[in-house]
């Protein structure tokens, strides 16, 4: 099974600095359609977590600019270019290229 | 709008049966792959089962094999999860996810699930 490994689990932000999250995989994620099965993914308190970016750095529909996503390897970085009050949340890192589908431990932004 | 919406968790004892539902709308439900995800506190976001477009294709966690099992009715637009045999374990929030191309592009609003004597 494919292990995904986040860091940190907890970062502190001050509002309009940047914020930076690391997963990491146990195996490589690459598809042989070239595309990199990782998304991130944000729940907000008392909500479903919604899909951020896809396939490592595409934003998803309704997404802001400040949120991307990049891949190096088997190492994956989510960035937050400034961060705002509405971005609190737990952030989960994932893997779609084989079942069992398998989650990071979440990473929780709070405002400092 | 696309939505999700579960139903069917509560109270069970162990040993217990419960069969949720997750009925779909705002897309073509029969062309979707679709999946079950649950979540605790303590385990955070764990897959548990998915489905193919037609029902032929089926997957399980380990942890549920044997116990659980996914179906659905596409002229229903309805996704299900039998769960058997339940443990004090398999207590936690239930959501169905629809897949595209091994992402979930929508999440439904979760149901409960709690198992206790």
């Known amino acids: 099974d494919i292990v995904m490994t986040q860091s940190p689990l907890s970062l502190p932000v001050t509002p309009g600095e940047a914020a930076s999250i690391s997963c990491r995989s146990s195996?490589?994620?690459?598809?042989?359609?070239?595309?990199?099965?990782f998304d991130w993914y944000l729940q907000k308190p008392g909500q479903s977590p919604q899909l951020l970016i896809y396939?490592?750095?595409n934003r998803a529909s309704g997404v802001p600019d400040r949120f991307s996503g990049s891949v190096s390897g088997t190492d994956f970085t989510l960035k937050i270019s400034r961060v705002e009050a509405e971005d609190v949340g737990v952030y989960y890192c994932?893997?779609?290229?084989?079942?069992?589908?398998?989650f990071g431990q979440g990473t929780k932004l709070e405002i400092k | 709008e696309v939505q999700l919406v579960e139903s069917g968790g509560g109270l069970v004892q162990p040993g217990g049966s419960l069969r949720l539902s997750c009925e779909a709308s705002?897309?073509?439900?029969?062309?979707?792959?679709m999946h079950w995800v649950r979540q605790t506190p303590g385990e955070g976001l764990v897959w548990v089962s998915r489905?193919?477009?037609?029902?032929?294709?089926?997957n399980y966690a380990d942890s549920v094999k044997g116990r659980f099992t996914i179906s659905r009715d596409n002229a229903k637009n309805t996704l299900y999860l039998q769960m058997n045999s339940l443990r004090a374990e398999d207590t936690a929030v239930y959501y169905c996810?629809?897949?595209?191309?091994?992402?979930?592009?929508?999440w439904g609003q979760g149901t409960l699930v709690t198992v206790s004597s």
């Open positions: 195996q490589s994620l690459l598809h042989s359609n070239g595309n990199y099965f």
């Open positions: 705002g897309f073509t439900f029969s062309s979707y792959w």
């Open positions: 994932m893997q779609g290229l084989e079942t069992p589908y398998s």
């Open positions: 489905m193919d477009t037609d029902g032929r294709t089926t």
């Open positions: 996810a629809r897949d595209v191309a091994g992402r979930y592009s929508a």
């Open positions: 396939l490592g750095s």
